[in-house]
Every structure is written in C-alpha cells, then in structure tokens.
T-cell receptor, first 115, second 114 residues
Framework: EAGVAQSPRYKIIEKRQSVAFWCNPI?????LYWYQQILGQGPKLLIQ????????DSQLPKDRFSAERLKGVDSTLKIQPAKLEDSAVYLC?????????????FGEGSWLTVV | AQKVTQAQTEISVVEKEDVTLDCVYE???????LFWYKQPPSGELVFLIR??????QNEISGRYSWNFQKSTSSFNFTITASQVVDSAVYFC???????????FGKGTKLSVKP
C-alpha cells in the first residue's frame, strides 16, 4: 500500500516569495493533516481536513498560510509571503478517520528554507 | 491542557546496549491515546505503537518494549540490544477526547555508535 506522498521534498526561497506544497494521502483516508516541524521541536498541527471540509485550522497563520483539499483527496498548502521563521519541515499526514484513537501516518515531509 | 514531556534531549549509546526513552504526559481527558513515532534522518515519521488509556499492559515487539504507567503518567520506550539502525529522533505523542490531533513532545535524539 502506498504511503503519504509529498512534493517537493526540498525548497529554498527568498523571504516574501511564495511556495506551495502538495500532498496525496493514503488511499481511502478521509482525514488529512498538515503539520509544521521546526528544527529541534516536535510537529505542530497547522490544519486538519475531514474529506474536503476543515475540522481545525486554529493554529494556521491565516494571514500568510492557506490550504485546500478541494476534491477530498489530495491537498495543497501555500505560504505567501514567506518569512524567515517559516523555515521548517512541512509534514502531511492522513488517517482513516478523524477520531482521537486513529493512527496518523506521515509522509517524508517537504523541507523549506527561507533565506 | 494536554502536554507531552520528553526530558532527554539526546542519548548516545554503544551498539548492543539497552536504552530507555522517557515520556511523561499531562491530560484531563478520561480516554486518551499515547503514541511513539521514529523519525530517521530522511524525515518521515514512522508509527511504532499506539496505546489507549484503559490498557496498561506492557507491550513487547521484537527488541522494542513499552511500559505504560497511569499512576506516574508515563509511557516509556525501551530498545533492547540497540543497533546502529535505531539511530533516529523518537517522539512521544498524545491525543484525547478533547481533540483528535497529535500533541508531540520535543523528541529524543538517539545515537547508537558501532
């Protein structure tokens, strides 16, 4: 079974530029997450989708970050304009359902460096 | 509020040594779930185990074992006879009734030297 796919794996951009990351979850998984992991820290949730609806985006910096999952399958996370502090790994994850006991499976991440 | 504390930032051992990674959690939820993930240098978080709050049985999977103690709010992870391939950052995480997403600790970096 294919895992969570993400692209690009690595991206270097200048501050104030924009960037987009793409994620394809495990087939059949209704719930999709975007996490941000800053170096030396644990991942932090940015946004959670259930099918194509947003369940939780309370920690998403909405002035610069946006995410969509239009057809309830793959998703795109965009940052515009980027700041230096956005340098991090952006991890996409999915689970079969959104409840607290469901195992969440992660992709390899998209590594962003803002210079 | 929910919180996960991994007090050990880095651990270094020599191959074949046993090593225990500590995890202490805080939650007000009656039902909650604890997880361990492994993050090798490639970056992917690899799921290792899930435990619910009503199951305090210890679990063993090959060289890995987990000790869950509600009385001390701990969920420790032991690797027996460590190998170089065990080198990674290990994260403990928590979800509960009040939220479905994972709350992570800061991770413990394990280095196993040959």
């Amino acid at each position: 079974e294919a895992g969570v796919a993400q692209s690009p794996r690595y991206k270097i951009i200048e501050k104030r530029q924009s960037v987009a990351f793409w994620c394809n979850p495990i087939s059949g998984h209704a719930t999709l997450y975007w996490y941000q992991q800053i170096l030396g820290q644990g991942p932090k949730l940015l946004i959670q989708f259930q099918n194509n609806g947003v369940v939780d985006d309370s920690q998403l910096p909405k002035d610069r970050f946006s995410a969509e999952r239009l057809k309830g399958v793959d998703s795109t996370l965009k940052i515009q304009p980027a700041k230096l502090e956005d340098s991090a790994v952006y991890l996409c994850a999915s689970s079969s359902a959104g409840g607290p006991g469901n195992t969440i499976y992660f992709g390899e991440g998209s590594w962003l460096t803002v210079v | 509020a929910q919180k996960v504390t991994q007090a050990q930032t880095e651990i270094s051992v020599v191959e074949k040594e046993d090593v225990t990674l500590d995890c202490v959690y805080e939650t007000r939820d009656t039902t909650y779930y604890l997880f361990w993930y492994k993050q090798p240098p490639s970056g992917e978080l690899v799921f290792l185990i899930r435990r619910n709050s009503f199951d305090e049985q210890n679990e063993i999977s090959g060289r890995y074992s987990w000790n869950f103690q509600k009385s001390t709010s701990s969920f420790n992870f032991t690797i027996t006879a460590s190998q170089v391939v065990d080198s990674a950052v290990y994260f403990c995480a928590l979800t509960g009734d009040s939220q479905g997403n994972l709350i992570f600790g800061k991770g413990t970096k394990l280095s196993v030297k040959p």
